[in-house]
C-alpha cells in the first residue's frame, strides 16, 4: 500500500499597511508556473455572494514570491476575511501570517474627504491562520484619548466625513433597552470644526452595558458610533484594559469603566458592588 501523501507546507504570506490604508500580501511560493490568486472570503455571510468574495492577482515579485496588493480604493465591507491562496489552478489554501509590518498604520491619519474611512487590519486567527479585519465608516467618529476623572470619563475624539457643528452631542445607550428607566442619556460636547470632547459622569448609570455615539449635527442629524480604529490593533479588548472607579449611584455602589468591544467600538461597563 503507498503511504499517504504528507499535508502540503502552509502557505506564509507577509503583509505590510501603506498610510493610505492600502495592504500588500508576499506569498512563499516556490515552485508555481502558471496563475495565482489571492483570495478575502468575508466570514458568516448568511447568504454568500459576489461581495463576499475578493480575487486579487498574485504576480512573480522575487524568487519564490508571489505579491498581490489590496489598495484602499478597493471596496473591502466592514468584517472579517478569511484569507486563501490559488496556486496554478488549485484548490484555495489558507494563508498563515508571515512577517507583518503595520507600523504606518499607526501614523496614518485619512483625509475624511471620501466622506468614509476604510480600515483593513491584517491579523492571526485562533487557529494561526491569516484573516483581516476591514471596517467600513461613514462618517467615523474616533475616540483618541480616554481620560480616567474623579467619578467619570473624558473622551477626546476627532470626525471623518463630516464637521462638529453648534448643538452637536453625544448619546449614552443603554445595551439591555431600559437602562434602568433611562436607556439613553444626552451629554453636552465642546467641538471645534473636526475635534471634541465630553465628559460622561458614572453617578447616573445604572448597571449594565453602555454604548457611546455622537450626534455631529446634532438633533435631527445622524448618530455615529464611537470606535477607536485608527492603528494597528485588530483586536483591543484584551490589549487596551482600563481601571473601574468606585461611585455610588442611585441604583447602589457600582464599578464603572470604559473597554472596547470586539469591533473596537467604545462602550462602559457599570457592575453593581455590594453595598
Same mark, same amino acid.
Given at each position: 500500500?503507498?503511504?499517504?501523501?504528507?499535508?502540503?507546507?502552509?502557505?506564509?504570506?507577509?503583509? +505590510?499597511?501603506?498610510?493610505?490604508?492600502?495592504?500588500? @500580501?508576499?506569498?512563499?511560493?516556490?515552485?508555481?508556473?502558471?496563475?495565482?490568486?489571492?483570495?478575502?472570503?468575508?466570514?458568516?455571510?448568511?447568504?454568500?455572494?459576489?461581495?463576499?468574495?475578493?480575487?486579487?492577482?498574485?504576480?512573480?515579485?522575487?524568487?519564490?514570491? $508571489?505579491?498581490?496588493? #489590496?489598495?484602499?480604493? !478597493?471596496?473591502?465591507?466592514?468584517?472579517?476575511? =478569511?484569507?486563501?491562496?490559488? #496556486?496554478?489552478?488549485?484548490?484555495?489554501?489558507?494563508?498563515?501570517?508571515?512577517?507583518?509590518?503595520?507600523?504606518? #498604520?499607526?501614523?496614518?491619519?485619512?483625509?475624511?474627504?471620501?466622506?468614509? !474611512?476604510?480600515?483593513?487590519?491584517?491579523?492571526?486567527?485562533?487557529?494561526?491562520?491569516?484573516?483581516?479585519?476591514?471596517? $467600513?465608516?461613514?462618517?467615523?467618529?474616533?475616540? +483618541?484619548?480616554?481620560?480616567?476623572?474623579?467619578?467619570?470619563?473624558?473622551?477626546?475624539?476627532?470626525?471623518?466625513?463630516?464637521? $462638529?457643528?453648534?448643538?452637536?452631542?453625544?448619546?449614552?445607550?443603554?445595551?439591555?433597552? =431600559?437602562?434602568?428607566?433611562?436607556?439613553? *442619556? *444626552?451629554?453636552? !460636547?465642546?467641538?471645534?470644526?473636526?475635534? @471634541?470632547? @465630553?465628559? +460622561?459622569?458614572?453617578?447616573? #448609570?445604572?448597571?449594565?452595558?453602555?454604548?457611546?455615539?455622537?450626534?455631529?449635527?446634532?438633533?435631527?442629524?445622524?448618530? !455615529?458610533?464611537?470606535?477607536?480604529?485608527?492603528?494597528?490593533?485588530? =483586536?483591543?479588548?484584551?490589549?487596551?484594559? @482600563?481601571?473601574?472607579?468606585? +461611585?455610588?449611584?442611585?441604583?447602589?455602589?457600582?464599578?464603572?469603566?470604559?473597554?472596547?468591544?470586539? =469591533?473596537?467600538?467604545?462602550?462602559?461597563?457599570?457592575?453593581? $458592588?455590594?453595598?
Amino acid at each position: 500500500m503507498t503511504p499517504p501523501a504528507p499535508p502540503a507546507a502552509p502557505l506564509r504570506a507577509d503583509c +505590510v499597511g501603506d498610510s493610505a490604508g492600502g495592504l500588500t @500580501f508576499d506569498v512563499a511560493a516556490r515552485g508555481n508556473a502558471g496563475a495565482a490568486l489571492l483570495i478575502l472570503r468575508r466570514r458568516g455571510a448568511d447568504a454568500p455572494d459576489a461581495s463576499d468574495t475578493v480575487s486579487l492577482p498574485l504576480a512573480p515579485a522575487a524568487e519564490g514570491r $508571489l505579491r498581490a496588493a #489590496l489598495p484602499s480604493s !478597493v471596496s473591502l465591507p466592514e468584517g472579517r476575511w =478569511d484569507a486563501y491562496a490559488r #496556486l496554478s489552478g488549485g484548490e484555495p489554501r489558507r494563508l498563515v501570517p508571515g512577517v507583518t509590518d503595520l507600523r504606518s #498604520l499607526a501614523e496614518r491619519t485619512p483625509s475624511g474627504l471620501l466622506g468614509h !474611512v476604510a480600515v483593513r487590519i491584517p491579523y492571526a486567527t485562533r487557529q494561526g491562520n491569516l484573516t483581516v479585519r476591514s471596517w $467600513l465608516r461613514a462618517p467615523h467618529a474616533e475616540a +483618541v484619548d480616554l481620560r480616567l476623572e474623579s467619578g467619570g470619563l473624558t473622551v477626546r475624539g476627532r470626525v471623518y466625513g463630516t464637521q $462638529l457643528v453648534p448643538g452637536a452631542d453625544a448619546e449614552l445607550r443603554a445595551r439591555s433597552g =431600559d437602562g434602568g428607566g433611562g436607556g439613553v *442619556r *444626552r451629554l453636552d !460636547v465642546a467641538a471645534e470644526r473636526t475635534e @471634541f470632547a @465630553f465628559t +460622561v459622569p458614572y453617578d447616573g #448609570l445604572a448597571p449594565g452595558d453602555w454604548d457611546l455615539w455622537l450626534r455631529p449635527a446634532g438633533d435631527p442629524g445622524p448618530v !455615529v458610533r464611537l470606535a477607536r480604529l485608527l492603528d494597528d490593533v485588530a =483586536d483591543k479588548n484584551p490589549v487596551l484594559t @482600563f481601571p473601574r472607579t468606585r +461611585v455610588r449611584t442611585p441604583h447602589g455602589p457600582v464599578a464603572a469603566g470604559p473597554y472596547y468591544t470586539r =469591533d473596537n467600538d467604545l462602550s462602559l461597563a457599570v457592575t453593581p $458592588l455590594d453595598a
